[in-house]
């Protein structure tokens, strides 16, 4: 009997903590495509952004990226209970 309670708590924490990503484009302009790449992330628990600065703006600025963005992809992380998101801009 102890070892089925172990192997249901083994693979419910394995369950728990698998997950599927999803990276789509968001948006493209004519600008051109460069070197330069900037990311924004955080966690969605329960519908709620826990970053509240997410977005655009904060991955072009953890990406020093001053001119304008070529591409717009979104990374999607989906666990259980949260998900992950990623924003990733890229500009010459």
């Not at 997950?19 to 493209?28: E, I």
């Not at 020093?64 to 591409?71: G, R, V």
């Amino acid at each position: 009997m102890k070892k089925l309670t172990t192997l249901f708590i083994a693979s419910a924490l394995t369950f728990m903590v698998s997950s599927c990503s999803t990276t789509m484009p968001v948006a493209a302009s004519k600008a051109e495509i460069g070197q330069s790449r900037g990311t924004s992330s955080t966690v969605v628990f329960l519908g709620v952004y826990l970053n509240s600065e997410y977005g655009i703006k904060e991955a072009a600025t953890n990406g020093n990226i001053s001119s304008a963005i070529a591409t717009v992809d979104e990374k999607v992380t989906n666990f259980i209970i949260f998900q992950t998101r990623q924003l990733i801009v890229t500009a010459k």
